[in-house]
């Protein structure tokens, strides 16, 4: 038992027991009874049985106040527990929805550009519209070895339709563009058909 309880329960203890004798032949006596308290700027007398009630009930009271701030500081604790396991919840979905996010590479062959290693690459830019229409920005590196610009697609979701493909350079103007519809995600395999071979 912590002392919280045990001042509450003896506060009660002191109270009932005061009840008590008050109900018997020794309540008169106690009640005459005084006792002085002197202390602090105070020079009270009052009964012991007055003293008995006011001891009980401080104890009763200082013990539920001390319940009361333990309480309050549980309260503190469990706020902070929820907020934090808001934070980790929050932290899951967008782990969950980066899961759901993957990153493609495609090798873009530039018409008319015979050396792409001759290209200086800050000056293009490179956007992409999915199925809904909207634009996005696809990144861009050399692939030397291939004579290819590497077209790097970033967060694609699993089911992104891409509808076009847009490659300009910023200085001069030029684009390049593709209009395939691709679903690298989501791969198809067209198969053709062979003639039955007779038996």
């Known amino acids: 038992m912590t002392f ?3 001042s ?3 506060g009660i203890a002191l109270l009932l027991l005061c009840i008590a004798i008050l109900l018997t032949p020794l309540g008169r006596r106690f009640s005459e009874r005084t006792q002085k308290i002197q202390g602090f700027g ?3 007398e009052v009964s012991i049985l007055t003293l008995l009630v006011l001891i009980g009930v401080a104890l009763m009271t200082s013990g539920i106040w001390l319940q009361l701030q333990d309480v309050k500081r549980q309260l ?9 396991a808001e934070d980790n919840f929050k932290t899951a979905q967008e782990q969950l929805e980066n899961a759901k996010k ?3 590479v495609a090798f873009a062959k530039l018409d008319g550009v015979n050396d792409v290693s001759k290209l200086k690459l800050e000056s293009f830019s490179c956007v992409f519209t999915n199925a809904a229409g909207d634009e996005q920005k696809a990144g861009l590196e050399l692939s030397r070895g291939l004579n290819k610009i590497k077209v790097i697609f970033l967060d694609l979701q699993r089911d992104t339709v891409v509808r076009s493909v847009t490659i300009t350079n910023e200085q ?3 684009k390049w563009i593709s209009r395939e519809e691709h679903r690298w995600l989501q791969p198809e395999i067209i198969l ?5 071979t007779s038996q």
């Open 4 to 6: 919280l309880t045990i």
């Open 8 to 10: 509450f329960y003896v």
């Open 42 to 44: 105070l020079n009270l």
């Open 76 to 84: 503190k604790q469990l706020e902070d527990d929820k907020r934090r």
């Open 102 to 104: 993957l990153g493609l």
């Open 172 to 174: 001069t103007g030029e």
């Open 192 to 196: 053709s058909k062979e003639p039955a």
